[in-house]
């Protein structure tokens, strides 16, 4: 199963073309699941597992990973489902998300997928506020299912979102106006982190569910005056969205005259050192590993438009 992951270097050649790789795996029933492979930093049969105190019931507990102690998410329970009980022919996903680093106990890991974002579409209406789903894809006629990882973590430990008064006393909220800060994020727990964060600014948000959703939505914006900086004065977008992925989002903004000047902060879960190469690459301003809430208001005070 080593084998499964190549190397970072090969994969870096997809991002920034809309296109991403999905590592397919199952919980406890036959529907396929899928995470980027980016953000997966080893997949291993599952080690003996150590029960502590206090872990959340979706921790079933923790394995010694090369030096290094992780918590491991049963991610059928996190989603609603039974527990997984074979852990013997189970197998943990080692993933990096929002700064920190977790397993996720899954039932098997099958093998990885190349896609383009665009393939990549919203979860279908009357999912509900429920849903454990950002987005779905198809793949030779079966339904691919993307869980909002985010969601699941928020929910076993909840991230604070509250910016310092240090940071709110130094915001002149007055020289803005009205201009409105604009965020992309598929992730409805991440646009509710940042919206909670920058309302603390006295800053008025718009947000996006995806790349394409913002695209056109900036366009009319610009549309009424000529150049999108007379109404927003930043854009904080995800990297990791449907249909069209934070990347090209920013190389068709800064390729569109009345969108060019819009200064764009990336503000992802993914990581690995490819990341500052493509931010340049494409255009964009700064980028921020999700979630701090100070280092996000702070960018924002540095790049937003008077």
């Known amino acids: 199963m080593s084998g499964i992951l190549d190397s970072v270097n090969q994969r870096t050649q997809l991002v920034g073309q809309n296109r991403l790789e999905l590592l397919l795996f199952k919980l406890n029933?036959?529907?396929?699941?899928?995470?980027?492979?980016?953000k997966v930093r080893e997949v291993l049969q599952c080690p003996p597992l150590t029960s502590m105190p206090k872990?959340?019931?979706?921790?079933?507990?923790?394995?010694?990973?090369?030096?290094?102690t992780i918590s491991v998410i049963d991610l059928s329970m996190a989603t609603g489902?039974?527990?997984?009980?074979?852990?013997?022919?189970?197998?943990?996903?080692?993933?990096?998300?929002?700064?920190?680093?977790?397993?996720?106990?899954?039932?098997s890991v099958e093998r990885i997928i190349n896609t383009n974002w665009d393939a990549i579409m919203p979860p279908p209406q009357g999912t509900?506020?429920?849903?454990?789903?950002?987005?779905?894809?198809?793949?030779?006629?079966?339904?691919?299912?993307?869980?909002?990882?985010?969601?699941?973590?928020?929910?076993?430990?909840?991230?604070?979102?509250?910016?310092?008064?240090?940071v709110v006393s130094d915001f002149d909220k007055e020289k803005y106006g009205s201009k409105i800060i604009f965020i992309a994020d598929d992730s409805s727990v991440a646009r509710n982190q940042v919206k909670k964060a920058l309302t603390t600014l006295g800053l008025e948000i718009e947000a996006a569910k995806n790349g394409l959703e913002a695209l056109n939505r900036l366009k009319e914006l610009a549309a009424e005056t000529g150049n999108v900086t007379d109404k927003v004065g930043?854009?904080?977008?995800?990297?990791?969205m449907p249909?069209?992925?934070?990347?090209?989002?920013?190389?068709?903004?800064?390729?569109?005259?009345?969108?060019?000047?819009?200064?764009?902060?990336?503000?992802?879960?993914?990581?690995?050192?490819?990341?500052?190469?493509?931010?340049?690459?494409?255009?964009a301003d700064d980028f921020i590993a999700k979630f701090h809430p100070d280092e996000l208001a702070s960018a924002v005070q540095k790049w937003i438009e008077p």
């Open 128 to 166: 509900g506020r429920a849903s454990y789903l950002t987005a779905v894809t198809e793949v030779e006629g079966e339904l691919i299912e993307i869980l909002d990882v985010e969601k699941i973590l928020n929910e076993i430990s909840p991230l604070d979102t509250d910016v310092s008064e240090d």
């Open 29 to 38: 029933t036959r529907q396929r699941f899928g995470i980027n492979v980016f």
């Open 234 to 240: 930043v854009l904080v977008s995800d990297i990791e």
């Open 243 to 283: 249909e069209m992925d934070g990347y090209t989002l920013t190389a068709e903004i800064k390729n569109t005259p009345e969108l060019k000047n819009l200064h764009v902060i990336l503000h992802t879960s993914l990581s690995g050192v490819f990341n500052q190469a493509m931010v340049k690459k494409v255009g």
């Open 81 to 107: 489902g039974k527990r997984i009980e074979d852990l013997k022919s189970a197998f943990i996903i080692i993933a990096e998300y929002n700064r920190s680093v977790q397993g996720f106990l899954v039932g």
């Open 55 to 68: 872990l959340n019931a979706l921790v079933r507990g923790v394995a010694h990973i090369r030096g290094q």
